[in-house]
């Protein structure tokens, strides 16, 4: 505990100071203003874009004949739709 608040209290009083539980109306740092959501991203938007991006470079490569990298960017897409399958389970709780 900082020095200057507990200066001059007694031990009981010092205490007290520490033992104070968190009041109801206490500002919780975690939590943003609904207003600032504006500002947040979106991660599962974010990553929907980038899994369509990896789906598209997939059928061009395999339109090109590039059957490995058609298997590797298709294998990346599925990596990323697994994440937004997770994120989605996530928030619906």
């Known amino acids: 505990m900082d020095d200057s608040v507990c200066e001059g209290k007694t031990s009981s009083e010092q205490s007290n100071l520490i033992a104070q539980p968190m009041r109801k109306d206490h ?3 975690l939590h943003r203003p609904t207003m600032f959501k504006l500002f947040t991203k979106n991660p599962i938007a974010k990553l929907d874009k980038s899994y369509k991006a990896k789906l598209e470079q997939a ?16 294998d990346e897409a599925e990596n990323i739709r697994k994440e937004i399958d997770t ?7």
């Open 27 to 29: 500002i919780n740092l």
């Open 59 to 74: 059928m061009t490569a395999q339109r090109n004949g590039d059957i490995k990298r058609y298997s590797q960017l298709s």
């Open 87 to 93: 994120l989605e389970i996530l928030q619906k709780k």
